[in-house]
């Protein structure tokens, strides 16, 4: 069983939605937080959102009001829901787990990556 799998990627137009999930298997989705990740060719991982083991969410300021994070414990998975997506939200994006979020920003981890979803906006 694959550690982390995401779906829910495609293509939309601006002003679109999309949710991405991110089923875990047992051993990834433990008491750490959780998480998602955005990448672009040539650019590094950006986080996107958090979610804590307590469910306290965290989005990064250029989703805020438009991205929410969630999760399901009883099924191992967690979701990014996406609105009013723009041209910037285009590219991968990765489940990650086990790691520590603080202060706004991951201090330990995330050790667990998924493979990735293509997520492209277009006008």
């Known amino acids: 069983q694959e550690d982390l799998v995401e779906s829910g990627g495609g293509s939309v137009q601006v002003g679109g939605s999309l949710r991405l999930s991110c089923v875990a298997s047992r051993r990834t989705y433990s008491s750490y937080c959780l998480g998602w990740f955005r990448q672009t060719p040539g650019n590094a991982r950006v986080w996107v959102a958090a979610?804590?083991?307590?469910?306290?969410?965290h989005v990064a300021d250029s989703v805020k009001g438009r991205f929410t994070i969630s999760k399901d414990n009883a099924n191992r998975t967690m979701y990014l829901q996406m609105t009013n997506l723009n041209d910037d939200d285009t590219g991968m994006y990765y489940c990650a787990a086990e790691g520590v979020f603080q202060d706004g920003g991951w201090v330990w981890g995330p050790n667990y990556w998924g493979q990735g979803t293509q997520v492209t906006v277009s006008s």
């Open positions: 979610i804590d083991n307590d469910g306290t969410t």
